[in-house]
């Protein structure tokens, strides 16, 4: 390794190194310890987590991951080494691309230590979300901040974020819906754009930011697609805990919508770059469930856009287009 290269790391959420009780527990406890996705107070929230979450979830979620793992590995793993991969090949030879995880391993410690190793060159992180919230964009930024803040490299570090209705998001987005429907006799009445959901009271605090950033995103792919926009809904997944979350819950849709007459059906999930167990298991599986055990006939799910070109051009233009990075 060069000393003196610049460094860009792409950061996902995470995933477990195995789908395993063990090692599902072991994430899940990291993550769901983070103040920035659950904001209870720790005298409270600590004895739920430890006492019955990290005793009872595991074993079902890794029977889910199960379910979902491929010969290569976790899919959400897969797609952030092809982004790196992606990514690399575009930047220039003084750049390199080392991507981490916000939990779990690679962590974002253990790459901004390398980076305090490359003598005096730029660190630029990538968090690879377009939606902005204190559980994704925001935690990535706090714990990038406070790392290099303590290993003294803050005045080189840069963290650049995706705009909710970037260029090559967009495009990126558009294209994997138009390519899953080529393999299709049929074409969708309506169109189901998901996103992860945050408690309501999340995105009241910040300005409803998250929810304003989500319908940027869904309607510059609608507009993209030149769609009806009375033909698509904005709608929230994967609630979590018993408080309120944001609306229009996806799951509601999809057993509510063939009583309304929508027998064909796609579900963009544009919130996740990559694959995971919240768009191939909770909306590709169990959504595809619920919606024909509902009366709905053809079910799409859109894969992510993963290494798509265009996004990768987007994020190597982050990485590089800021005339006062070091």
Not at 179 to 187: C, P
Request: charge should be negative; aromatic fraction near 8%.
């Amino acid at each position: 390794m060069t000393s003196h290269k610049r460094l860009v790391i792409p950061v996902n959420l995470g995933t477990p190194r195995e789908p395993s009780p063990e090692a599902v527990r072991s994430f899940l406890a990291e993550f769901l310890s983070d103040p920035a996705v659950i904001d209870f107070p720790a005298w409270l929230w600590k004895p739920i987590l430890h006492g019955i979450i990290l005793k009872s979830r595991p074993r079902r979620v890794a029977e889910l991951y199960r379910g979902i793992w491929t010969a290569e590995g976790s899919p959400l793993e897969v797609d952030t080494q092809r982004i790196a991969a992606g990514l690399e090949s575009l930047v220039d030879s003084r750049t390199e691309v080392r991507w981490a995880y916000r939990y779990g391993q690679p962590s974002l410690a253990s790459c901004l230590e390398e980076g305090q190793r490359h003598q005096g060159a730029g660190i630029v992180v990538l968090p690879l979300y377009a939606q902005r919230t204190s559980s994704t964009t925001g935690t990535v930024v706090d714990e990038a901040e406070f790392l290099a803040r303590g290993l003294g490299i803050d005045d080189r570090l840069r963290v650049a974020l995706l705009e909710p209705d970037d260029q090559g998001y967009v495009e990126a987005s558009a294209a994997c819906f138009r390519r899953a429907l080529q393999g299709e006799s049929w074409e969708p009445e309506h169109v189901l754009l998901s996103f992860h959901g945050i408690p309501a009271r999340y995105d009241r605090r910040e300005g409803e930011q998250y929810s304003r950033d989500c319908a940027r995103t869904a309607d510059a792919i609608i507009e993209n697609l030149g769609w009806d926009p009375t033909r698509a809904t904005l709608c929230y997944q994967s609630k979590f805990g018993p408080e309120r979350w944001l609306t229009p819950a996806t799951a509601d849709l999809l057993e509510r919508m063939p009583a309304k007459g929508v027998r064909r059906l796609a579900v963009m999930t544009p919130g996740f770059l990559t694959e995971g167990l919240e768009t191939i298991e909770e909306i590709g599986i169990r959504g595809k469930e619920a919606f024909l055990a509902a009366g709905g006939t053809h079910f799409l799910r859109v894969p992510a856009t993963s290494d798509h070109p265009a996004i990768l051009e987007s994020l190597a233009r982050l990485a590089a287009d800021n005339p006062d990075s070091p």
